[in-house]
């Protein structure tokens, strides 16, 4: 890039955030791969937003690829279906995908080999389905949000319809740095992306999509712009490389110029924003049937030895991900997710989920990190937030214990997208103040919820304990009223019998 051609782009480039080595390349490149079945396979509950699903399938029993083995609970929730066909061998805790190391539940399956599929129901014209009946089969095939936030996807859709949206933003930035799996699938799924978008579109009632992808992917915004030539209500729209762009309050503002408010969901302002390979997603349950059971994962880090895009089934473990790439080293740290924002992982045997963009295996120059200093007050963490928030001034406030002066000053608002340590000189963990604060306050307002409702019962059972005695107080009173009347009856009739016997004598 020439000078002209840098100060050009620099000036359309946004004022927030930051600009990582994105480290994306050779694994950006290399041809997507699949992974052989694993030996064993991992499928949790809990890999949503919202109700864990509930298992319906028993130890022993033989289940086939793509068959439900887990149903959605409540209205927040999404099916779970088998990665392949085999025979599940146990129904129990498992490492979550977190840095806490906790357990979840999981299915385990044992394939095959087969790949014995199960019935698939596949509509003629899904184009000719109610919207209502299309949001129905994107909800039975158990598709989520596949950028991270693992939002069920048929809520979304059921929400674009009620609030009447008018625009759907596909989101294609992928700002993560190391993450190439949505560049992969708009490379070598651009026609199923483009597909899956017009079926959003169709089940929403929305009159347009705006693709939101990021000007360092020029391979995806090409076959993006190819796939959807002939539809003109689907615009391809390159946005400036900054991390992060693929946040969706952001990439709203830069694509619509409309801001979504702090206490406001992106639907109040008449959109709605879903991931690319989401998209392709629901074009594979629509037109081809398929549950969400495998997704294209990147590979990438200093460990790896074959860094790429490995397409592979939901359940599998990062330990056969990493040692299908090869590893050239004992990874020094590994993360599920972006470097930015993912999980670190406690150990290598934690299952993938449908939210899992990346594996990251870090050797020891990666993850070398400066000792933290004081702050300077040189306020570089301000200009780079990109919700416009006073991070400083957020941890000043933690620091001398003020919780609810940090929440005063929007500490709900962070995004925890890391901007803010990223491009501070003195090394100051502040995600880390911002993340335990959350916390404390999320903590806080747990307590304080059993509390009232504890104090809601006490007092619902003095006044039970008082209605009680009232009545207990009410009945005696009747029956001791009840005993007088019956013994004022008998003396009367005593009396009576007693006066008869005496005029018949």
Not at 59 to 65: A, R
Request: net charge neutral.
């Amino acid at each position: 890039m020439g000078l002209i051609e840098k100060f050009l782009h620099n000036l359309k480039a946004p004022r927030w955030g930051v600009h990582p080595d994105d480290h994306k390349r050779p694994a950006a490149d290399a041809p997507l791969r699949e992974l052989p079945l694993p030996k064993r396979l991992y499928i949790p509950l809990q890999q949503h937003v919202g109700q864990p699903a509930r298992p319906i399938v028993l130890v022993g029993q033989t289940v086939l690829k793509g068959q439900l083995i887990a149903e959605a609970q409540g209205n927040i929730s999404a099916p779970v279906h088998a990665s392949a066909s085999g025979r599940v061998v146990s129904i129990g805790e498992v490492t979550a995908p977190h840095p806490s190391g906790l357990p979840l539940v999981a299915i385990g399956i044992e394939p095959d080999g087969l790949d014995t599929t199960a019935e698939l129901t596949i509509p003629a014209d899904p184009f000719a389905l109610s919207p209502a009946e299309l949001t129905r089969l994107v909800a039975a095939a158990g598709v989520v949000g596949l950028g991270g936030a693992t939002f069920p996807s048929s809520v979304k859709l059921a929400l674009g319809k009620r609030s009447e949206v008018t625009t759907l933003i596909v989101n294609g930035g992928e700002c993560e740095p190391y993450l190439s799996c949505d560049d992969r699938v708009m490379r070598d799924f651009a026609a199923s992306v483009i597909d899956g978008v017009r079926l959003m579109l169709h089940a929403m009632g929305a009159r347009e999509a705006l693709v939101g992808i990021e000007d360092n992917k020029p391979e995806a915004i090409a076959a993006m712009k190819r796939a959807s030539a002939t539809f003109p209500e689907i615009k391809v729209r390159p946005v400036p490389a900054r991390y992060p762009m693929g946040s969706d309050r952001q990439l709203i503002v830069t694509l619509t110029g409309k801001e979504v408010p702090s206490d406001c969901r992106a639907a109040d302002v008449g959109v709605i924003v879903n991931n690319v390979s989401t998209a392709n997603a629901v074009h594979r349950a629509i037109r081809l049937g398929e549950p969400l059971i495998r997704r294209i994962v990147t590979v990438n880090g200093g460990a790896v030895w074959q860094p790429g895009n490995i397409l592979a089934p939901i359940g599998t473990l990062a330990s056969d991900l990493l040692a299908f790439a090869g590893l050239k080293s004992e990874p020094a740290r590994i993360v599920m997710g972006g470097p930015m924002m993912g999980a670190v992982l406690p150990h290598a045997k934690v299952p993938i989920v449908k939210g899992t963009s990346g594996i990251l295996a870090f050797n020891e120059d990666e993850i070398a990190a400066p000792e933290a200093g004081a702050c300077i007050r040189c306020g570089t963490c301000t200009s780079a937030c990109p919700m416009g928030l006073l991070p400083l001034e957020m941890a000043a406030q933690i620091r001398a214990g003020s919780l609810n002066g940090a929440e005063a000053l929007g500490l709900a608002d962070c995004i925890a997208c890391g901007c803010c340590a990223y491009v501070c000189p003195s090394h100051i963990p502040l995600v880390q103040y911002f993340s335990h604060a959350k916390g404390e306050l999320s903590e806080q307002s747990r307590s304080r919820l059993r509390n009232e409702a504890t104090k809601r019962l006490a007092a619902e059972r003095v006044v039970r304990l008082e209605r009680e005695a009232i009545e207990k107080a009410e009945a005696a009173a009747r029956r001791k009223a009840e005993r007088a009347a019956q013994k004022a009856a008998e003396a009367a009739k005593s009396a009576t019998e007693s006066k008869e016997t005496e005029a018949a004598e």
